[in-house]
């Protein structure tokens, strides 16, 4: 996959040393998923970079997983000021950029695109935090179990 990929800025960096990340995976196992060469890397490094970017410092960022019956999820949820429902409409189109931002508008097209090769589905909706939450659902496409939570600790 040969997609240009969204970079944190120093800025944004910076912000992160502020901010709050935590990743809450999945309480069960979840199967083995097949991507596109760096695509699942790509589509996470975007996400969580717009969620630095766009949020103030002292913001709460969230990243889970969540396995179901047929599709697993991973959803982005921060406490920043959040997009109108009329921007979030757009938010997905290359080079639209909400309020005043600093992003070239590109991220979250990227995201849609891999999403959309994968068979998946991208919404956006106001987060339980206040800000925006990104959920990104894919449908399971392989059966070997893989258990997340023994390689992370």
């Not at 999820?73 to 406490?79: E, G, P, R, Y």
């Not at 097209?109 to 925006?132: A, M």
Request: charged content about 20%; proline content about 7%; glycine content about 8%.
């Amino acid at each position: 996959m040969n997609e240009p990929m969204a970079q944190p800025s120093r800025s944004a960096l910076a912000r992160a040393l502020v901010q709050s990340v935590q990743f809450h995976p999945p309480e069960d196992k979840l199967p083995v998923q097949e991507f596109e060469p760096d695509a699942l890397k790509t589509l996470i490094q975007n996400l969580v970079s717009n969620a630095i970017t766009h949020t103030p410092p002292g913001s709460q960022i969230i990243l889970g997983i969540d396995a179901g019956q047929q599709l697993w999820c991973l959803s982005v949820n921060d406490s920043g000021p959040g997009v109108s429902e009329e921007d979030r409409a757009q938010l997905a189109e290359r080079f639209f950029s909400s309020g005043d931002t600093h992003g070239t508008g590109l991220g979250l097209s990227i995201v849609q695109r891999i999403v959309q090769r994968h068979h998946g589905r991208l919404t956006l909706n106001t987060s339980l935090l206040g800000g925006l939450e990104v959920q990104v659902c894919f449908p399971y496409n392989n059966t070997k179990v893989h258990d997340i939570r023994r390689e992370s600790g």
